[in-house]
């Protein structure tokens, strides 16, 4: 098994260019995966991606399309796009000051499936921003990662949606911190219409490093994971 983890931090990327990338790389991993029936010593690799999109709207596969409360025209004017994925859950938002990070990991090289996964990525930014004096938990109707969950003021901080073939996974979470809140009004986040969305900025009153916030993310990953580095 190869718990090595390949990082690559993209900047500012746009959404269609990132996803296009991801699935190059899933599709790298499963065929190293489908080498090793010949070559058993063969190692399917692992990669994590950080990356910051320009404003976007997309909705998985399971979503409603009626939960984005724009038009076309209204997209246009906020500068923003739209685009239907091939991940679960329903509609979310990206934008700049959210730091969005996309695994491509082959999870029999950790041992692991898919629940115990989503877990794993919830588990990091739960300490992530425990490091800001954030208590973050779960829903159990909803993945992710809220604040003050099951009280009137449940309010999410971070998405997860993710795609999942012969083990390799795809997409991932997008960690609210300097976001732009206001982007969120225009649909029913992940299909909830009685539920807030928050960030590291609002939380705490003044914008955050997002460099900081990248790198505890990095190391907490990398520690759940038992993953080494390059």
Request: net charge negative; hydrophobic share 35%; charged share 25%.
């Amino acid at each position: 098994m190869n718990t090595e983890i390949l990082f690559e931090d993209l900047g500012v990327s746009e959404y269609k260019k990132t996803w296009e990338y991801q699935e190059l790389l899933m599709q790298k991993v499963i065929a190293q995966k489908l080498a090793k029936k010949t070559r058993p010593d063969a190692e399917s690799d692992n990669y994590l991606l950080f990356v910051e999109h320009p404003h976007v709207y997309t909705l998985g596969k399971s979503g409603d399309e009626q939960n984005l409360l724009l038009n076309y025209i209204q997209l246009q004017a906020k500068d923003a796009t739209f685009f239907h994925t091939d991940r679960g859950g329903d509609i979310t938002y990206h934008g700049p000051g959210q730091l969005v990070g996309y695994p491509i990991f082959d999870l029999e090289n950790f041992g692991i499936g898919l629940r115990k996964y989503i877990f794993l990525l919830e588990e990091a930014v739960i300490n992530v921003i425990a490091e800001f004096g954030l208590h973050g938990s779960r829903d159990d109707k909803a993945t992710g990662v809220w604040l003050d969950v099951g009280t009137s003021q449940a309010r999410k901080i971070c998405a997860i949606g993710v795609k999942s073939s012969r083990f390799v996974t795809m997409h991932g979470f997008a960690l609210n911190v300097n976001t732009d809140l206001s982007y969120f009004q225009h649909i029913n986040p992940c299909g909830f219409t009685d539920k807030g969305v928050t960030s590291l900025e609002k939380e705490l009153g003044e914008k955050q490093d997002i460099n900081k916030v990248k790198l505890l993310m990095f190391k907490s990953l990398c520690n759940l994971f038992e993953a080494e580095t390059k």
